[in-house]
């Protein structure tokens, strides 16, 4: 399975963007699929997930109340939705599988830049 993640770009302080995670590949049944991101000089960010399956949701504290997760089962594409958008949101995004309840997020794809000016 390859993941690639797109929708970034740039966007004015308080804006909003839609990213998308397609996934391609054989039979795609992951236990969850999540989003991170990656500022420059930082470490790898959780942001949001949802179970493929149930599609129960779960955010980072830092983005519940803006960012929303969704998943579209029968085209394999899990979005995230970001609203009210602030500089400190720049960061290359990245969307990964989690294959079973046991597992770590992996299986990264290509991220996509998502530029916040102020």
């Known amino acids: 399975v390859q993941l690639q993640a797109s929708g970034g770009g740039l966007v004015q302080a308080g804006g909003s963007l839609r990213l998308s995670c397609a996934a391609s590949g054989r039979t795609f049944s992951p236990y969850a699929v999540g989003w991170f991101r990656q500022a420059p000089g930082k470490e790898r960010e959780f942001l949001a997930r949802?179970?493929?399956?149930?599609?129960?949701?779960s955010y980072a504290d830092s983005v519940k109340d803006r960012f929303t997760v969704s998943r579209d089962n029968a085209k394999n594409i899990v979005y995230l939705q970001m609203n009210n958008l602030k500089p400190e949101d720049t960061a290359v995004y990245y969307c990964g599988l989690r294959q079973t309840v046991a597992t770590s997020f992996g299986s990264w794809g290509r991220g996509t830049l998502v530029t916040v000016s102020s």
């Open positions: 949802v179970t493929w399956r149930g599609g129960t949701t």
